[in-house]
């Protein structure tokens, strides 16, 4: 069974400060790798996709994938009050054909304290 | 303005009656999929489509089905099978359906069982 791991929180930051969200996976083959933000009662929006070892910086955001490791983790500088969510680490499948089957974790919830 | 639109909001299903969700996109997506999320979890794969008249059971396909008659609509049905249909349910659509592929998510429907 593919497994995505995050820790559930709260994560409790003050604002300005910045938040650092794991996740974990179990299948060696993922290529792709993605972060989606979820408000309370709304549907998931993509923040970062990430594709190979390393960093990805978009804003406030950055994403960092190590592959070895089988980690991947978000870091949100200058945190609002705005990033108040639950942050969904989402890993294909793994499997190299023309499928686009996501396993995602089960959300860390953060929130960013004025 | 182009996106994904589910209907209703919300549904209540009565015991043994079933029940249609609807999903709509005019992104020009030949891939749809249909996700549940239970509270405080993250989201689990129903089935999926990567092109009209053809689609695959996900994970948790049990007590579901779902039709692609049209590029634009991809509908899921809940049936009496399903003993525990009380939860959240996303439909997203990616371009083609490749892996690494970024999947964009629809408003949800949230099922409530009377």
């Known amino acids: 069974q593919k497994e995505v791991e995050q820790n559930s929180g709260p994560l409790s930051v003050p604002e300005g400060a910045i938040a650092s969200l794991n996740c974990t996976y179990s299948d060696r083959g993922s290529q792709s790798f993605f972060w989606y933000r979820q408000y309370s009662g709304k549907s998931p929006e993509l923040i970062m996709s990430i594709y190979s070892n390393g960093d990805k910086e978009d804003g406030r955001f950055t994403a960092q994938l190590n592959k070895a490791s089988q980690y991947v983790s978000l870091l949100i500088r200058d945190s609002q009050p705005s990033d108040s969510a639950t942050y969904l680490c989402?890993?294909?499948?793994?499997?190299?054909?023309?499928?686009?089957?996501?396993?995602f974790g089960g959300g860390t919830r953060v929130l960013v304290k004025p | 303005d182009g996106g994904i639109t589910q209907s209703p909001k919300y549904l209540f299903r009565k015991e043994g009656q079933n029940v249609t969700l609807s999903c709509e996109q005019n992104l020009n997506h030949d891939a749809m999929y249909w996700y549940r999320q239970d509270p405080g979890q993250g989201l689990r794969l129903i089935y999926y489509?990567?092109?009209?008249?053809?689609?695959q059971k996900g994970d948790i396909a049990e007590g579901y089905s779902v039709s692609r008659e049209k590029k634009e609509s991809f509908p899921l049905t809940v049936t009496s099978a399903q003993k525990n249909p009380t939860a959240f349910y996303l439909c997203a659509s990616s371009i083609s359906g490749q892996e690494g592929e970024t999947q964009y998510f629809g408003p949800g429907t949230r099922l409530l069982v009377l």
């Open positions: 489509s990567h092109i009209v008249n053809d689609f």
């Open positions: 989402a890993v294909n499948s793994g499997i190299k054909a023309a499928v686009n089957k996501l396993t």
